[in-house]
């Protein structure tokens, strides 16, 4: 693809170094270190604009208030968003054709879509229907009466369990679990557990992705309901009853108990817990290791275990390490008080 093809169908706007630069050859898209003449790069994050000058990439995507670059630059009012659309037109991952593997074992009673791909050893269940479009690959497993929507694809060893709904363009990765059933036990007198039927199922709606070896437990009753366009790292565990709001990035590692309620566009980073039983309201963000034991404000960022007001937290983190010279300070002080005050008695005396 020529270099002013890709602005066009980009829309952005090629700022040329030389006048034959829009009839470069672009072959594909690469990261700043290792992008080469037939590949274009991109800057999203001004604090690594020195690597620019290093780079021997054919063009670069930038912010369209980025200054003059040594190599031909797209303007963009979102360089990461173009670089990601950038990429779709040069890769696009493999698609199985329509069709059912002879291998797949699909009960009688299963609703399968129109161009519907249904991989070798799958298991579709009583009941189940598939909407148009779906790609369901290798070793998937489907239970009872669950609903799958239009467009979505499910990648190998992925489980959806009993009467768990999926909306359409959903995506899991490998061995995401849909509808686990959740912790619960009630305690008998003799410490022994009682296991409690859950029996609310998990919903996923529309354009959520689920990436590999997370889980969506169900609930013990109502539902698990994850809203539309949230995406969901690996390693992720989502507790029974829990609400993820419209567009959350939840990243890998973190933990919500039962009952957490998230509002819309909240982002939790790496390894967050989250205690249960709270909520943390609109355009909240958590740092990475964050412990959420309450309840957090629209709006707010926290950081810490326990968490609090990240403004605060970055101080603190910086008098952490002088915490031991600190003490060692007030000890002192504190004796020369006590030595001060001694004098006075003796002095009264």
Same mark, same amino acid.
């Given at each position: 693809?020529?270099?002013?093809?890709?602005?066009?169908?980009?829309?952005?706007?090629?700022?040329?170094?030389?006048?034959?630069?829009?009839?470069?050859?672009?072959?594909?898209?690469?990261?700043?270190? *290792?992008?080469?003449?037939?590949?274009?790069?991109?800057?999203?994050?001004?604090?690594?604009?020195?690597?620019?000058?290093? $780079?021997?990439?054919?063009?670069?995507?930038?912010?369209?208030?980025?200054?003059?670059?040594?190599?031909?630059?797209?303007?963009? !009012?979102?360089? *990461?968003? +173009?670089?990601?659309?950038?990429?779709?037109?040069?890769?696009?991952?493999?698609?199985?054709?329509?069709?059912?593997?002879?291998?797949?074992?699909?009960?009688?009673?299963?609703?399968?879509?129109?161009?519907?791909?249904?991989?070798? *050893?799958?298991?579709?269940?009583?009941?189940?229907?598939?909407?148009?479009?779906?790609?369901?690959?290798?070793?998937?497993?489907?239970?009872?009466?669950?609903?799958?929507?239009?467009?979505?694809?499910?990648?190998?060893?992925?489980?959806?369990?009993?009467?768990?709904?999926?909306? !359409?363009?959903?995506?899991?990765?490998?061995?995401?679990?849909?509808?686990?059933?959740?912790?619960?036990?009630?305690?008998?007198?003799?410490?022994?557990? *009682?296991?409690?039927?859950?029996?609310?199922?998990?919903?996923?709606? !529309?354009?959520?992705?689920?990436?590999?070896?997370?889980?969506? +437990?169900?609930?013990?009753?109502?539902?698990?309901?994850?809203?539309?366009?949230?995406?969901?790292? $690996?390693?992720?565990?989502?507790?029974?009853?829990?609400?993820?709001?419209? !567009?959350?990035?939840?990243?890998?590692?973190?933990?919500?108990?039962?009952?957490?309620?998230?509002?819309?566009?909240?982002?939790?980073?790496?390894?967050?817990?989250?205690?249960?039983?709270?909520?943390?309201?609109?355009?909240?963000?958590?740092?990475?290791?964050?412990?959420?034991?309450?309840?957090?404000?629209?709006?707010?960022?926290?950081?810490?275990?326990?968490?609090?007001?990240?403004?605060?937290?970055?101080?603190?983190?910086?008098?952490?390490?002088?915490?031991?010279?600190?003490?060692?300070?007030?000890?002192?002080?504190?004796?020369?008080?006590?030595?001060?005050?001694?004098?006075?008695?003796?002095?009264?005396?």
């Amino acid at each position: 693809m020529k270099l002013r093809e890709l602005a066009e169908r980009l829309g952005c706007e090629l700022r040329p170094v030389s006048p034959d630069d829009g009839e470069r050859e672009i072959e594909g898209v690469a990261g700043m270190e *290792y992008a080469g003449p037939a590949q274009v790069t991109f800057l999203a994050n001004p604090k690594y604009a020195h690597k620019v000058k290093e $780079s021997r990439a054919g063009a670069i995507i930038v912010g369209v208030d980025a200054g003059p670059m040594h190599i031909p630059a797209l303007l963009s !009012d979102n360089p *990461y968003l +173009d670089f990601a659309r950038a990429l779709e037109l040069f890769y696009q991952p493999p698609r199985p054709a329509p069709g059912i593997h002879p291998t797949a074992v699909i009960a009688p009673t299963a609703e399968i879509g129109e161009g519907v791909s249904i991989g070798a *050893y799958a298991v579709i269940g009583e009941r189940v229907r598939i909407g148009r479009g779906t790609v369901i690959h290798p070793m998937v497993v489907i239970y009872e009466g669950a609903v799958i929507g239009a467009d979505c694809v499910l990648h190998a060893h992925c489980t959806v369990r009993e009467h768990c709904r999926l909306g !359409d363009r959903v995506i899991l990765q490998n061995g995401v679990v849909i509808g686990a059933d959740g912790f619960g036990f009630a305690k008998r007198k003799d410490g022994t557990h *009682y296991k409690i039927v859950q029996s609310g199922p998990a919903v996923i709606e !529309d354009d959520v992705e689920v990436q590999s070896l997370s889980n969506v +437990d169900r609930a013990t009753v109502g539902e698990t309901r994850v809203k539309r366009g949230a995406k969901i790292d $690996s390693l992720v565990q989502i507790g029974h009853a829990c609400v993820v709001g419209e !567009d959350n990035i939840l990243c890998a590692q973190t933990g919500l108990a039962g009952s957490s309620v998230l509002g819309r566009n909240v982002l939790l980073a790496g390894q967050v817990g989250v205690s249960g039983h709270l909520t943390i309201h609109d355009n909240a963000v958590a740092y990475a290791q964050s412990g959420i034991g309450g309840d957090v404000a629209a709006g707010s960022v926290v950081a810490g275990s326990p968490a609090f007001d990240a403004a605060q937290w970055r101080r603190a983190v910086t008098a952490f390490p002088r915490l031991p010279e600190l003490a060692k300070a007030v000890r002192q002080l504190e004796k020369r008080l006590a030595e001060l005050e001694a004098r006075v008695e003796e002095k009264k005396a």
